[in-house]
Structure formats: C-alpha cells, structure tokens
C-alpha cells in the first residue's frame, strides 16, 4: 500500500501544473508544522526538529525558486519567506509553539491566495486563422 500511494504522489507531482505544484509545496509546509507543533506539545525535541527542519527546507525551496525580475511582489514574497524561516528558527531555540503559528498563519494565508491563482481557468485566447482577403479600400 505505501508503494502504491509513492507512486500517486510522484504521478501527482509529475503530472501538476507549477501553481499547483506551489500550493503541493505549502501544503507540505502546513503539514510539517503542525508535526512539529504536536512534538513540541509532547516535549519531543528531536521530532520537532525534524518536522521543523522539513518546514525549513520548502521555505528555501519557495524563496529560491522566486523570479526576483517580477519586482515588488517578488521581493515581498522573499521577505515574508525570510521572516518565516526566522519564526521556525526561534520556535526550534525557544520550543515555542506560538513562533510555529505565526508562521503557519503567514503561510496558510499564502496558500490560500496560490490555490485560488491555481485553480483559476486560464484565459482562452481566441485562435485565428489566416487573414483571407482585406478591404483596403473600405
């Protein structure tokens, strides 16, 4: 069964369109650090950095993969990754689960924006064929 559900997961992964695979991307961010959250509630430190460090990892992954030529949002995304990451750091020094939720709230609020951009229907553009005579005259 769990070599079943790898291989949904990769056909998913491979088969999503790049919106789709951001919002992939912070639902595994939400899921780690409710992980993480939970091994702190049980004082399980290690666990928690675990969990903390999968956290970490797609922040980089989602502050690396920005196209800083996109200008301002791009640069306010790359300073809200990095406030992010600063609030998984401190939750990590200072087992702070309240640190874990102010990140997650800043990335729920995220993802909620990308699945909305995700699941939008493109635009239809119209096709056109070739232009067959032109009244140049009127």
Excluded: C
Excluded at 27 to 40: E, H, K, S, Y
Excluded at 95 to 116: N, P
Aim: hydrophobic letters at 45%; a neutral charge; aromatic letters at 6%.
């Amino acid at each position: 069964m769990l070599t079943e559900l790898r291989q949904y997961q990769t056909h998913t992964a491979q088969t999503a369109t790049p919106g789709q695979l951001v919002v992939m991307l912070y639902d595994g961010f939400l899921r780690f650090a409710a992980q993480a959250r939970a091994a702190l509630g049980r004082d399980d430190v290690g666990e928690a950095g675990v969990r903390l460090t999968k956290a970490q990892a797609i922040v980089t992954e989602l502050r690396a993969t920005l196209d800083m030529t996109q200008g301002e949002v791009a640069e306010n995304l790359a300073s809200l990754y990095g406030y992010v990451g600063e609030r998984l750091t401190a939750a990590r020094l200072d087992r702070d689960v309240a640190e874990i939720d102010e990140a997650v709230r800043h990335m729920a609020e995220l993802r909620a924006a990308w699945a909305q951009i995700a699941s939008s229907p493109k635009p239809q553009t119209q096709r056109r064929g070739p232009v067959l005579g032109v009244n140049l005259a009127g």
